[in-house]
């Protein structure tokens, strides 16, 4: 993934409208099996509308990545005190996800949030030259984080159409032939989005699984336009031979265990 500096130019993105933001984090649903994690009755609903209130901030105004310094400057907008500069991986969503399952209370969540990760969080910007990602431009800047917000924009569109559901969505997009290996190749390279899943120590996985998890769609909007613009590099090598032209249809089984090994990696 490039992580270099900021564009020149830096257009804050507009944020997501309140209806948007209610539809993509619009509540906190109990686990999808038995086999996921317990959680620990927390205080009640206030706990959650602080959950989904800092979700919905983090999303509507902020990228998903952290600062990798800390700075004061007015030069460039901001969010808390941070200014836009090379990014890390935010964890912010993760730990407040964590702490809501182990019981927290919604002022321990809002404390949590303002005094641990606020001040990191690298403002959201708009693609250079306000690229708009579609179906037949996907291809064409994977692995620059500078697109971000243009791949959170096609995933927030893909998220909201009616009737989907994450596993669907997480089977086109990181397990078909389509979005891995494309033979004859289309745009200036192949999708490869399961490589970019598990690449920087599986950090999209994570993001993923807690959107799975949790069953909240915003989330793995988030977790697949992280993907998008991560390198296809070589942390966990996968043969193409998985993405040769299938001749039957992908059953319920097949479904099933990739939905239950990637919840196996978020908690491992």
Not at 22 to 45: D, E, H, I, T, Y
Not at 167 to 179: A, C, G, Q, R
Request: charged share 15%; aromatic share 8%; hydrophobic share 40%.
């Amino acid at each position: 993934m490039t992580t270099s500096a900021p564009p020149t130019v830096v257009i804050p993105a507009t944020p997501s409208s309140r209806e948007i933001l209610v539809r993509l984090f619009p509540g906190v649903k109990p686990p999808p099996s038995l086999l996921a994690p317990g959680r620990v009755p927390n205080c009640g609903p206030k706990a959650t509308a602080a959950l989904l209130k800092a979700l919905r901030i983090t999303t509507s105004g902020a990228m998903s990545f952290s600062t990798s310094s800390v700075s004061t400057s007015t030069s460039l907008p901001l969010l808390g005190r941070a200014r836009l500069v090379d990014a890390l991986h935010s964890h912010s969503v993760h730990h407040l996800l964590a702490i809501y399952a182990l019981g927290a209370s919604a002022p321990v969540i809002n404390a949590a949030y303002e005094d641990t990760h606020l001040d990191h969080l690298r403002i959201a910007f708009v693609a250079p030259n306000k690229v708009t990602t579609t179906d037949d431009t996907f291809t064409d800047y994977l692995g620059n984080d500078h697109y971000y917000n243009a791949y959170l924009d096609y995933f927030h569109r893909v998220v909201l159409q009616p009737g989907v559901n994450i596993s669907d969505i997480l089977e086109k997009y990181i397990f078909s032939s389509h979005y891995n290996v494309r033979m004859p190749k289309q745009g200036t390279e192949q999708p490869e989005m399961l490589h970019r899943f598990l690449e920087i120590l599986i950090h999209p996985i994570i993001h993923v699984g807690y959107g799975a998890e949790f069953g909240i769609m915003g989330l793995i909007a988030e977790g697949l336009a992280w993907t998008s613009v991560h390198a296809a590099g070589a942390t966990t090598p996968i043969t193409r031979l998985l993405f040769t032209q299938r001749t039957t249809p992908i059953s319920e089984m097949e479904k099933q265990g990739k939905w239950f090994f990637l919840l196996s990696l978020v908690h491992d």
